[in-house]
């Protein structure tokens, strides 16, 4: 087995967990690859043996990797899958905090890892990406989101206006602060603290949620993944500020931006288990009385 390995620093309190780890790699014989500038950090926190190779971005992420390890959080994976692309490497996101959408295999769960992984007993969960075309190819190669594009204001002063197609057809002029379009995916995350609606993963929709809107009626909207969605924005600047997951450009407000649902997809390693909806429910506390 040869796995790759992305991560960020992270708390002290995980350094036992995370040589446990390294030390299950060893003693299953997994080749192992890692992320240039991690590998400092590692080397100062345990007792790193072999490594067989490094990797910097996607055009030197080594062949036939079965899967990549993520080591940090949710924000970890979204760095992560800008090295695999296309590629579809399964991730394996191991969680070095709090529980995550997507990190979450957890510090008690990294004893049966390995042994999972080399005995295939695991599940692969499937997650649709967006895609960003402009005129000037914003964001080249990396032009791909996971959780979702938000198009802001670059100043703090004025809103902005957004108008909004839906293959052509329009469908609203938001001026807001911004908007978010996200995957189901990000539904759960900058989505849902605006208000938006929260989306079951594999339902093939994408969630359309304005970033405090002047009017008050208006609200998030979803749409089928099979359309394009192109918006178009003006304010008193020329400017504004387009992202995708944690990556952001400043683009001139004569560019048009078109969305569309990535022709790849993110792959998440899930063990024995665990499913979306198990972990909803632990991370927004559902069911727990929280009177006690």
């Given amino acids: 087995?040869?796995?790759?390995?992305?991560?960020?620093?992270?708390?002290?309190?995980?350094?036992?967990?995370?040589?446990?780890?390294?030390?299950?790699?060893?003693?299953?014989?997994?080749?192992?690859?890692?992320?240039?500038?991690?590998?400092?950090?590692?080397?100062?926190?345990?007792?790193?043996?072999?490594?067989?190779?490094?990797?910097?971005?996607?055009?030197?992420?080594?062949?036939?990797?079965?899967?990549?390890?993520?080591?940090?959080?949710?924000?970890?994976?979204?760095?992560?899958?800008?090295?695999?692309?296309?590629?579809?490497?399964?991730?394996?996101?191991?969680?070095?905090?709090?529980?995550?959408?997507?990190?979450n295999i957890n510090r008690q769960q990294l004893p049966?890892?390995?042994p999972a992984l080399v005995q295939n007993n695991y599940s692969i969960d499937s997650r649709a990406m967006l895609e960003l075309s402009t005129e000037k190819g914003r964001f080249g190669k990396n032009n791909i989101a996971l959780n979702e594009l938000t198009v802001h204001?670059?100043?703090?002063?004025?809103?902005?206006?957004?108008?909004?197609?839906?293959?052509?057809?329009?469908?609203?002029?938001?001026w807001a602060d911004g908007l978010i379009v996200s995957t189901p995916t990000g539904s759960t995350a900058y989505s849902l603290s605006c208000g938006g609606p929260i989306i079951s993963p594999h339902s093939k929709n994408i969630g359309i949620t304005p970033i405090a809107p002047h009017n008050l009626n208006v609200r998030p909207f979803v749409v089928n993944d099979n359309i394009e969605i192109r918006l178009e924005v003006e304010g008193r600047g020329?400017?504004?500020?387009?992202?995708?997951?944690?990556?952001?450009?400043?683009?001139?407000?004569?560019?048009?931006?078109?969305?569309?649902?990535?022709?790849?997809?993110?792959?998440?390693?899930?063990?024995?288990?665990?499913?979306?909806y198990r972990t909803l429910r632990s991370k927004l506390l559902w069911g727990k009385d929280k009177r006690n």
């Fill in 1 to 103: 087995m040869r796995i790759a390995i992305f991560g960020r620093s992270f708390d002290e309190s995980f350094q036992p967990s995370l040589q446990n780890l390294f030390d299950s790699l060893y003693e299953h014989k997994v080749e192992i690859f890692v992320y240039q500038p991690f590998y400092p950090f590692l080397k100062d926190n345990i007792d790193l043996g072999h490594i067989d190779g490094f990797y910097r971005n996607y055009s030197d992420f080594p062949e036939d990797i079965d899967f990549l390890f993520s080591l940090g959080g949710d924000g970890t994976i979204l760095g992560a899958i800008t090295h695999i692309r296309d590629r579809e490497t399964p991730i394996v996101g191991i969680n070095t905090g709090r529980l995550g959408f997507l990190a």
């Fill in 112 to 114: 049966e890892l390995i």
């Fill in 153 to 174: 204001k670059k100043d703090s002063a004025s809103m902005i206006t957004v108008h909004t197609y839906a293959d052509n057809e329009y469908l609203n002029s938001y």
């Fill in 238 to 276: 020329d400017e504004f500020l387009v992202s995708l997951d944690s990556r952001s450009e400043t683009i001139s407000s004569k560019e048009h931006l078109r969305i569309r649902k990535s022709k790849f997809e993110t792959k998440l390693v899930e063990l024995e288990g665990q499913n979306f």
